[in-house]
């Protein structure tokens, strides 16, 4: 499965901004997606999971309550809404695809397949 990232750019602190991530290849709705994000000179850490079906939601503490993940299988598309953007939240963004072995949604070697990555920048 191959993803296409669009969305990312430079936002003033407090902003908003739409991240999404489409599929080709394969049909979406049978993988568990997750994103994530690696600001310089820092690993990559989890941001959100969302279920085959979009009823399980994941986030990691850092985002809760400000970024929400979404999928619309018919579209073959995943979505980050990230508001209330902070500096910190600057990196590049990542959305994946899981495997066929599951080790926890915030952990990056259930992950088999990695879009390109799109950078998100907040400006203070």
């Known amino acids: 499965v191959q993803f296409v990232e669009s969305g990312g750019g430079l936002v003033q602190s407090g902003g908003s901004l739409r991240l999404s991530c489409a599929a080709s290849?394969?049909?979406?709705?049978?993988?568990?997606m997750g994103w994530f994000r690696q600001a310089p000179g820092k690993e990559r850490e989890f941001v959100a999971a969302?279920?085959?079906?979009?009823?399980?939601?994941y986030y990691a503490d850092s985002v809760k309550g400000r970024f929400t993940i979404s999928r619309n299988n018919a579209k073959n598309t995943v979505f980050l809404q990230m508001n209330s953007l902070k500096p910190e939240d600057t990196a590049v963004y990542y959305c994946?695809?899981?495997?066929?072995?599951?080790?926890?949604?915030?952990?990056?070697?259930?992950?088999?397949?990695w879009g390109q990555g799109t950078q998100v920048t907040v400006s203070s």
């Open positions: 969302i279920s085959e079906s979009g009823s399980g939601t």
């Open positions: 994946a695809a899981g495997g066929a072995s599951y080790y926890g949604h915030s952990a990056s070697k259930t992950y088999d397949y």
């Open positions: 290849g394969r049909t979406l709705s049978n993988y568990f």
